[in-house]
């Protein structure tokens, strides 16, 4: 398998949507590295799993996966030596809940799922290490009750912190103190008892500065008075930080000593989430488990693209055993591609384990190899036409196949020559044939489905088309090739029979009429008529049409020897020969008797400046006299 045909699928696209199932990211990890198996076995195995979740699912079954997180980064964290925090731990102890419950569970569906209930078998409970952790560790800290030694340091922690707000009350209640306070309450600052202090009156009152306020009119302040108490705490607050390490340290260790069985239950736990969400998956689709086989015989009843919602027609398709090669026809439009797609998909979806939409009689054939030629896969980058990228697809292709592999084209041998195109196309699908290959192809070229009919390992198909409607009914004909639905249509729309008859003849027989017209029966621009008639003495200043511009200019200069005209058209001096051009109104229709028609050739700026020389404009000759001397 490549990326490319996952792409052209949308094979990642149908693994997210099934992905979103999972309830916790073990799983989801499953589906990222997830890729079809072209080994029968290994599908069969997959599809099995598939069936017995969904069979637990329909039986009103609820996989108890509360508490079931992602602990990969306590585990590292394990593997590394680290220790590990309180939340860690009660995460790890939720998480060996959660397997305990999922063994209890699967072990009970023996009955519905032999093969998921086994592996529920290889799953290890470790009550002792929850129960440990729990007794230990409460509201996300290390509980008193976890030791002695740890209860006694807390209690006198407790009560020395009693004593030290006794006596920080009652300096906050004396008289002698009350100036020098700026507010009446205890604050714990660094983990140190203070009182605020108006930084004016610091130097009177005793003690330590512990922290300053951000505009600096506030001192935080140790009274003297607590400064043993002070001491002794931070003492107990040291021998209890010790404590509770080694009661982390103990616990880690437990977990650690577990740590091989416990990471079978983590894959255990994965392949469960994994498989659940593609029995949830194929709930909702109402999916089937599809037979398979590995010989190439596919056989699709009533089947739906994954990835398309609504009213769907479903697909009838078979290929592998009558013939091998199947070529199909039929409009634009017309649902084709989406027949190449929803081979391709179905293909990719039962070779990694998930049901599909269709009736219960279809077979789905495992490949070693799926390689798809579909849309314009033209490269911006080496500048590739659409034909060329193509054949650089399919010349990749024709390198890489072998007689267990199926092969997708869509409109194959276009954008080329018509004939060319064809017999190249032809050429291809019978190399591939003969690299036993099944392929399914899709064409506009009535050769490519003349030589399927010649062909008796190929065979013909076409998209059904509603012939009162004009609609494509998007069901594919197997045996049947594709009207002429360009003559129905257009028969349709009136085109005279004569017509459609001489295009029918030419379509069988390729001898076309020569025939030429009548010069009378020629239609010309009237322009040309008339200039054909009176032969047109062209003059200085006439209007004229311009054929190649499809635009008017004025004549500027009459036609010489070589019956050229200058015109002057859109600022610029043009010839023409008077073969291009037809007079459109003639000078002395436009422009009074006298007029300077020279004027007509100048532009606004040459106008203004001649204007402004006659006037006697001495801003105009300075100009003059400027570009005199830069030209010198």
């Given amino acids: 398998m490549n990326e490319g045909t996952f792409e052209k699928l949308q094979y990642n696209e149908l693994k997210e949507i099934i992905k979103s199932y999972c309830v916790s990211g073990l799983g989801k990890q499953l589906f990222d590295k997830l890729i079809p198996s072209s080994n029968l076995k290994v599908v069969k195995h997959r599809l099995t799993e598939t069936s017995e979740a969904r069979a637990i699912l329909d039986a009103g079954g609820n996989v108890p996966f509360i508490g079931v997180s992602n602990t990969g980064h306590s585990i590292d964290k394990l593997e590394k030596g680290i220790i590990l925090d309180p939340s860690e731990l009660l995460s790890i102890s939720d998480f060996l809940r959660g397997c305990r419950k999922i063994k209890i569970f699967m072990t009970s569906k023996e009955l519905f799922a032999p093969t998921l209930a086994s592996y529920a078998y290889s799953m290890t409970e470790f009550m002792e290490v929850e129960e440990e952790i729990n007794f230990s560790i409460k509201n996300n800290q290390v509980d008193s009750s976890a030791s002695k030694e740890l209860k006694r340091v807390r209690y006198h922690i407790q009560t020395t912190e009693q004593k030290i707000k ?32 108006k930084a004016s009156y610091k130097n009177q009152v005793q003690g330590t500065i512990i922290e300053i306020s951000s505009r600096g009119s506030t001192v935080f302040m140790e009274p003297s008075v607590v400064g043993k108490l002070s001491v002794e705490l931070a003492t107990l607050k040291s021998e209890e930080a010790m404590l509770e390490y080694q009661i982390l340290a103990t616990l880690t260790g437990l977990v650690a000593e577990n740590l091989h069985p416990i990471n079978i239950n983590i894959e255990l736990v994965s392949q469960y989430d994994f498989i659940f969400a593609k029995a ?38 078979e290929i592998g055993s009558s013939f091998r090669s199947l070529i199909i026809t039929g409009p634009n439009a017309g649902g084709k591609t989406i027949v190449l797609k929803t081979i391709g998909l179905v293909t990719l979806a039962t070779m990694s384990g998930f049901h599909i939409t269709a009736s219960k009689e279809t077979e789905i054939a495992v490949f070693e190899r799926i390689f798809v030629d579909i849309g314009d896969n033209q490269s911006l980058e080496n500048a590739l036409s659409t034909f060329s990228s193509h054949m650089k697809n399919l010349s990749e292709i024709l390198r890489s196949v072998n007689n267990n592999t199926l092969l997708l084209f869509d409109e194959i041998g276009s954008g080329t020559e018509p004939n060319e195109g064809a017999a190249l196309a032809i050429s291809l699908l019978e190399e591939f044939y003969l690299k036993g290959c099944i392929t399914v192809a899709t064409t506009h070229y009535g050769e490519i489905k003349r030589f399927s009919e010649m062909h008796s390992d190929f065979m013909n198909a076409a998209m059904q088309f509603n012939h009162e409607t004009l609609e494509p009914l998007f ?112 000078a002395v229709e436009l422009y009074p008797e006298g007029y300077d028609l020279d004027t007509l050739f100048i532009d606004y700026k040459t106008k203004k400046l001649n204007h402004d020389i006659e006037r006697g404009s001495k801003k105009a000759l300075r100009k003059i006299y400027k570009e005199i001397r830069e030209n010198k």
């Fill in 166 to 197: 006794e006596r920080l009350n009652r300096f906050l209640n004396s008289s002698a103190n009350r100036n020098y306070i700026q507010e009446f309450l205890i604050s714990v600052k660094d983990d140190h008892y203070t009182i605020p202090i």
């Fill in 280 to 317: 949830k998956y194929s709930r909702h689709v109402d999916g089937i488990e599809p037979n398979i086989n590995d010989h190439g015989n596919m056989k699709l009843i009533n089947c739906k693209h994954p990835l398309l919602s609504g009213h769907v027609i479903p697909l009838q398709f």
């Fill in 475 to 586: 069901k594919l004909l197997i045996g049947q090739s594709g009207d002429s639905n360009a003559l129905w249509i257009s028969r349709k729309m009136n085109i005279p029979e004569n017509v459609l008859k001489r295009a029918e003849d030419y379509m069988k027989n390729k001898e076309y009429r020569m025939e030429r017209l009548n010069e009378s029966k020629i239609p010309r621009p009237k322009a040309v008529v008339e200039k054909a008639k009176n032969n047109i003495d062209y003059q200085k200043g006439d209007r004229v049409k311009l054929f190649d511009h499809d635009d008017f200019g004025i004549v500027y200069k009459e036609k010489d020897k070589y019956y050229n005209i200058t015109v002057y058209y859109q600022n610029q001096f043009i010839e023409v020969n008077e073969k291009r051009l037809a007079l459109e109104l003639k």
